[in-house]
């Protein structure tokens, strides 16, 4: 082989191989170009692996919520589902416990009507009883029932009366619950918005009611004439208690969802342990409250469940419902096992309990205090003087109204202004 075919030969192989290397290279970079998609797959697996972890932890957690571990409604337990209530054993035996006031019917002193059941005969000798024979003495028994129910008719005359010295003729006066020739009373009235406002029975179930029991046959539209007519009468004392709530020192404000001509609505409350105020509007946040206008300017402390809307009230302070928090905690605790959940549940109940086992004593308190300001002339020994039962230190919390009770909370306390709706 000569030098030429020889140099011809290598040139031959080294373009091969340049062709090779440029291949080897171009699956080199695919190569890679495949490895950065394979890792930018995986970084979306991974990134859906966890979405989809979290989505299913999120509807197992919703699945697992229901009314006792969260602020779901009872009513959508279904039923099917058999909740667990929050509640602990009292340690107390099943029955009236002692101390507890019964309700015994008794005889009453006066009856409306007396009905005297005297024998005819006698029964020993079969000898007929005369009405002078002599009455040794009685047993009494007493039914309580309903009279008969029906309307009662009064007819109001006003009687023209001609004046025997100037012959003019007078005319009596009508009451204002006659108004017209013929109508229903104001007692049949205040019935129809008890059974449709407190009792809660629909309009036509009062229509049958009326119907039935006392013959008077409504009509739908009178039933509602008859509702809104006492809204429009109590608008001032609807005014007044959301006044009181107001001024109130500590104020409680929830909301629920209800029907109101088949479209959804919202109930909104503010209440203290005196004084309620319900609120229907068609919306559920602060559109709502600032309509209602008690939150809006109230500056004491509001409790409610730490929804959104409540905290844009800025000028008061807030604290959170216990109950919920029971609720969220029994949620972590039964769908996490988190122990910490299940200690802090302990220690809210603890505080419960100390407070209620505090609060009798706070009122020996102040009601010794208000019987020393009434007694300053009395000695200082008569006057200093400590109830026994302030030093009581029962292991279980005693309930203050029980307590207050059997105390005649109220005596020796400074009487404060007749107001219906003080606090």
């Not at 995986?42 to 990134?47: A, K, R, S, W």
């Not at 419960?352 to 086992?357: I, V």
Request: one cysteine or more; charged letters at 25%.
């Amino acid at each position: 082989m000569t030098t030429e075919e020889r140099l011809a030969q290598v040139e031959t192989e080294n373009a091969a191989l340049r062709e090779q290397n440029g291949l080897l290279q171009e699956r080199d970079r695919l190569r890679q170009e495949l490895l950065a998609q394979m890792q930018i797959l995986n970084g979306q697996l991974e990134t859906l692996a966890a979405q989809l972890e979290a989505r299913v932890r999120e509807l197992e957690a919703r699945q697992a919520k229901d009314s006792h571990n969260s602020s779901k409604p009872p009513s959508s337990d279904g039923l099917a589902r058999k909740t667990k209530s929050l509640r602990r054993k009292s340690g107390r035996k099943p029955g009236g416990q002692l101390g507890h006031h019964g309700q015994t019917l008794r005889l009453v002193a006066e009856p409306d009507a007396l009905v005297e059941h005297r024998p005819a005969v006698c029964t020993a000798c079969q000898s007929p009883l005369p009405a002078e024979a002599a009455v040794v003495g009685r047993e009494r028994r007493q039914v309580q029932d309903l009279p008969p129910l029906r309307l009662q008719i009064t007819e109001h005359q006003a009687l023209q009366v001609r004046c025997p010295a100037c012959q003019t003729v007078s005319v009596g006066a009508f009451p204002l619950e006659a108004p017209s020739r013929a109508q229903y009373g104001p007692r049949l009235r205040a019935l129809v918005v008890y059974l449709v406002e407190q009792q809660l029975v629909p309009y036509a179930r009062v229509h049958e009611l009326l119907r039935d029991l006392v013959g008077a046959d409504l009509a739908g539209g009178t039933l509602v004439a008859w509702v809104r007519a006492a809204a429009a009468t109590l608008e001032p004392v609807e005014t007044a208690i959301k006044a009181a709530l107001g001024r109130a020192p500590v104020l409680h404000s929830d909301e629920t969802g209800v029907r109101q001509a088949g479209h959804l609505a919202w109930a909104h409350v503010a209440c203290t342990a005196r004084l309620t105020h319900y609120a229907i509007h068609p919306k559920r946040g602060s559109a709502a409250t600032e309509a209602i206008g008690i939150l809006p300017a109230y500056s004491g402390v509001s409790v409610h469940d730490g929804w959104k809307p409540y905290q844009t009230h800025t000028q008061c302070r807030h604290a959170l419902c216990n109950i919920h928090h029971l609720r969220e905690l029994t949620f972590l605790e039964e769908q996490y096992q988190q122990d910490w959940a299940t200690e802090l549940k302990r220690l809210l109940r603890q505080m419960k309990a100390a407070t209620d086992q505090a609060r009798p004593r706070r009122l020996g308190r102040a009601l010794g205090r208000a019987h020393r300001r009434r007694t300053g002339g009395q000695s200082a020994a008569r006057t200093r003087a400590t109830p026994s039962w302030a030093h009581q230190t029962n292991a279980r919390a005693q309930p203050a109204r029980a307590l207050a009770a059997r105390q005649r909370p109220g005596v020796g306390l400074p009487r404060r202004p007749d107001h219906p709706l003080r606090q």
